[in-house]
């Protein structure tokens, strides 16, 4: 009844209109009727003015005025009745793809424009949908700022400060900072100080964001400098400094400095009542909950857990007064951290309780077969605090469980666990920035580990071969993702006969992006001005905002794997399957507390855990610097054989020792390494105690194995299942005479030369051994071989580089991200070059190298160095190699014989670790294709038999 009375309201108001015009009702007029059917939230009616304002603009032809009505109801329904939902579909109707006719003019791009604005804020903040509210911003800035120009202090506000939030709460941290910048710069130049420590608090609070994931303290120092900068700025009003104590609150609090925490949370809770008593503006509530929050943590952290109870409960009450509904992300960490104090109590039930307020505040509600039931998967969202929620749930599940011993809450916590990784995976795929993906694998590489310790303890008391698989899964759904999206990506380049128009256009943009990023490095390495440095970064998040947004304008059938895929995870019977009989897959994932290995063979499968109770990457570094310091003039030889032959052993005792019983002697055995395992030359361990440094008789590890290395079992089997490229050998080597700061090589040519007796091919020496040669033959070849210089950079591994001439008696540098833009078709890439397998270690993704920048660009396998090598050794070994390379080999087995031989040819010195153990093979471990030898030996073999059977001929003639 209401509805129909409603309706004959809106249609009396519709007809006294028209009765009361000489014309026909106006767009404007419908408008009006739309609105007052929004507010009496009568759907139809709604919808039947709106049509017909629509019509009337149409008529016309008047694009702004439509644009700017829609604004206006949709404002209705987002603030006056908290209907974002119906906000957002009323905004739709106004985006370019809903529109009667495109834009023309300015004002009309404009009026669009600021219709996206609206939208990003209202899925920001009334949906809190983020990609979409993203999604919405980038249209804005590319309307708004790229196509007109604009670059004042609104779009500062509603697109450069609102977007580059966002992508803090998102964890997109790299893309934050660019957009924060430039949102300060903005209100710097238009003088505007309090907008400025608007500005100055919100890269403090990107920066202590950056620090939550990736435990940097520089993140927190620049933080700290940030916050402390905005409070030196003059004449700003209590809102912004109480904004900028409340955060500096936190930052003190990570560095345990009790008094400055007090003293900055007492300044802020003073300036922000201030302010609210002023304005009474019940938005301020907000921020004084953070506060309170803030000092709960704090206490929290100090184990006064009466305090921190105190505080959170405060904090709620603040959040509840802005949102009565108990729906707000903040407000779903306040009850997380509630939990957790709880369960610093032994308070399990009421703990948990907290946790379950904590999803539905962040989640909404949800139904669940259980109490402790978590959401369903298409519930969630990519949302920092979703995983913040779930995660902080799994542990006070799994405290539980050591107290009352109840396997169903390590069930429970493991599916935490998988649907945090639903959530993180989302967030990821959303980031424009390597560096950003880069850091969340490591903060997820972090939380694994508790999930395997579950799983493994779960397989451990229930001997359920299906916890064995979960642990086992969860040690690689987070190792390596991104060079075996990219390894996939390379597979579709070289699938196709010549490149695509897509894929012609996708390699534009990656090397429109690699030139913006190697001019952003080279900036900040030489300390440029703080303005070009900004307008360098603004400059790359343009161009990779224009990548993004052609890729996602591609047809469904066209994207391919440029959209990201989640990986396909095979449980352990799939990779047992692709062993040989001699061949065992040994996968290392090293923790905070544990270091666990999982053994599979074509007959077992089995995980150990071994105890990190020593000093792991103490132990690895030594290790390495005391074989790479042998070759070096001014190191003492004895003390480091010393240490070598101390640590090689006691290395074995702690990593290979325990799991030998599951191992043959004499078999492959594919190496898995994590973390810090990365840099171990395993081969140069030693079986035995030995502290003689009579280096030809050391009982090496390699005597036992014959050892191949891969970032990841995933990425192994996508490498085996390739199929063998077709083609001839590839040779470069530059000449190095001793100048531009490059050591002699006296033996690199010979090197490339000696590889043309044992495989058909084309060589390029000195002055024509230039990057445009590589780049245009690579592609074609089976076997790439470069000897060269190279360097690694340990702190940005995208600019470790690899040394061409430049055709003009100089020389030429191919940075490892340069290698991302090749499509290589190679079975074996081998870098006799220093180095090549160094470079800036991320947790889980592995080491960023040039090794990874080959197989990122598509070879299958590789033969890399951990260190500087010896240019005689490397002829030596490089010689051996290919020998049996010819013969038939598997590429780690001919590695091996081959570092045997030089073991028991050389002297007593030249037999030590740091002539042969820096070789690795990586990759996939099959013999080469015979063509080439097949090639050979028709050449060789074909005369013979001429010959041989004239003289048959002759004979049987005589």
Excluded at 30 to 44: N, S, T
Excluded at 224 to 239: A, K, P, R, V
Excluded at 701 to 712: G, Q, T, W
Aim: charged share 25%; net charge negative.
């Amino acid at each position: 009844m209401r509805d129909l009375l409603l309706t004959l309201s809106l249609c009396c108001s519709c007809i006294w209109v028209a009765a009361a015009s000489p014309g026909r009702i106006s767009g404007a007029q419908y408008l009006e009727l739309a609105a007052e059917a929004c507010r009496q939230q009568h759907a139809d009616s709604l919808d039947y003015f709106l049509s017909r304002a629509e019509e009337r603009y149409a008529q016309q032809d008047s694009l702004v005025a439509w644009i700017n009505g829609l604004k206006d109801i949709s404002r209705i329904y987002r603030d006056e009745l908290q209907k974002p939902e119906a906000a957002i579909g009323i905004l739709q109707q106004g985006t370019i793809e809903a529109l009667w006719r495109s834009p023309k003019s300015q004002e009309e791009w404009e009026a669009i424009g600021w219709l996206a604005v609206n939208l990003g804020y209202t899925y920001k903040y009334g949906s809190e949908q983020y990609l979409a509210a993203s999604k919405y911003y980038q249209k804005a800035k590319e309307i708004l700022v790229d196509q007109l120009g604009q670059e004042d202090l609104d779009i500062g506000i509603y697109i450069y400060q609102e977007w580059g939030n966002l992508k803090t709460m998102m964890g997109d941290f790299t893309m934050a900072e660019v957009l924060l910048d430039q949102f300060l710069n903005l209100a710097l130049a238009a003088e505007e100080n309090n907008v400025a420590a608007e500005a100055h608090n919100d890269q403090g609070v990107q920066f202590i964001s950056r620090w939550d994931i990736t435990k940097d303290k520089g993140a927190l120092e620049k933080a700290i400098s940030y916050l402390e900068g905005g409070l030196t700025l003059s004449n700003i009003h209590d809102f912004p400094k109480g904004l900028l104590h409340g955060n500096l609150v936190k930052c003190y609090m990570e560095l345990g400095n009790r008094a400055k925490v007090l003293q900055h949370a007492t300044q802020a809770d003073d300036a922000i009542q201030r302010f609210y008593d002023q304005s009474g503006y019940a938005g301020l509530r907000l921020d004084q909950a953070k506060i309170k929050q803030n000092l709960g943590d704090f206490f929290l952290g100090n184990k006064a857990i009466s305090d921190a109870i105190i505080q959170y409960e405060k904090a709620e009450q603040l959040y509840l007064e802005v949102y009565p509904s108990g729906k707000h992300r903040e407000l779903a960490r306040t009850y997380s951290s509630h939990a957790e104090a709880l369960r610093e109590r032994q308070n399990w039930e009421a703990a948990l309780d907290f946790h379950q307020k904590a999803l539905r505040a962040i989640v909404g509600d949800f139904e669940a077969e259980t109490k402790l039931g978590n959401p369903a998967l298409h519930q969630i969202r990519a949302e920092r605090v979703i995983g913040e929620v779930l995660l902080a749930k799994a542990r006070s599940l799994q405290a539980r469980f050591q107290h009352q011993n109840n396997l169903d809450d390590l069930r429970l916590a493991l599916a935490c666990h998988d649907l945090l990784f639903e959530v993180e995976w989302r967030i990821r795929a959303s980031y424009l920035y390597e560096a950003s993906k880069l850091e969340h694998i490591s903060k997820q590489q972090r939380i694994t580990e508790e999930g395997i310790d579950m799983a493994y303890l779960l397989w451990q008391k229930t001997e359920e071969q299906k916890y064995l698989d979960l642990a086992f899964r969860l040690t690689e759904r987070n190792k390596s993702i991104l060079l075996l999206e990219a390894v996939r990506k390379a597979e579709l380049a070289q699938s196709s006969a010549g490149r695509t128009d897509i894929q012609r256009t996708d390699v534009k943009y990656q090397q429109e992006i690699a030139e913006l990023e190697k001019e952003v490095y080279a900036a900040q390495e030489n300390s440029a001005p703080d303005s070009l440095l900004s307008a360098l970064r603004l400059s790359l998040l343009n161009k990779k905002q224009a990548y993004t947004t052609w890729i996602d304008r591609l047809g469904t059938e066209h994207k391919g794997v440029w959209t990201a895929a989640q990986a396909q995870m095979q449980v352990m019977s799939d990779y047992q399957e692709i062993l040989a009989p001699d061949q065992s897959l040994v996968e290392y994932f090293v923790g905070e507390r544990s270091i666990y290995v999982f053994i599979l063979s074509q007959s077992h499968r089995t995980c150990l855990h071994l105890p990190k109770d020593f000093p792991l990457e103490e132990w690895v570094q030594s290790f390495r610097q005391s074989i790479e310091y042998f070759q070096m003039a001014d190191q003492s030889l004895q003390d480091l054989c010393h240490t070598y032959s101390k640590l090689g052993h006691q290395l074995y005792e702690r990593l290979i020792e325990p799991i030998q019983a599951q191992l043959t002697a004499g078999q492959q055995l594919l190496l898995i390494p994590n973390g810090v395992l990365n840099y171990l030359p395993f081969e140069a361990l030693l079986t035995a105690t030995e502290n003689s440094c009579q280096f030809s008789n050391y009982p090496y590890l390699i005597h036992d194995y014959e050892m191949a290395y891969s970032y990841s079992a995933a990425l192994y089997l996508e490498l085996l299942e390739r199929k063998q490229s077709r083609g001839p050998f590839l040779g470069v080597a530059p000449d190095f005479d001793g100048q531009h700061g490059f050591s002699t090589l006296y033996r690199n040519a010979e090197n490339i030369q000696t590889a043309q007796r044992y495989f058909d091919g084309e060589i390029f020496l000195r002055d024509q051994a230039t990057i445009e040669q590589f780049i245009a033959l690579a592609p074609k070849h089976q076997i790439i071989h470069l000897a060269t210089h190279a360097k690694a950079n340990l702190q940005a591994g995208e600019f470790s580089f690899i040394v061409f001439a430049d055709g003009n008696g100089g020389y030429d540098s191919l940075y490892t991200r340069d290698l991302y833009l090749l499509a290589l078709d190679a079975e074996l890439v081998l870098l006799s070059a220093c180095e090549t397998a160094v470079g800036q270690l991320h947790q889980g993704e592995g080491i960023i190298s040039l090794a990874r920048g080959f197989l990122y660009a598509g070879a299958r396998s590789l033969v890399t160095t951990l260190w500087q090598i010896n240019d005689e050794a490397n002829y030596t070994l490089t010689e051996g190699l290919y020998r049996k390379l010819r013969k038939g080999n598997r590429k780690s087995e001919a590695l091996r014989e081959a570092k045997l031989q030089h073991i028991q040819a050389a002297d007593n010195m030249n037999a030590h670790p740091v002539y042969w153990a820096a070789f690795v093979s990586v990759g996939n471990q099959r013999p080469l294709s015979s063509k080439s030898r097949k090639w050979m030996m028709l050449a060789i073999g074909l005369p013979l038999l001429l010959v041989g059977g004239y003289a048959i001929r002759k004979k049987s003639t005589a």
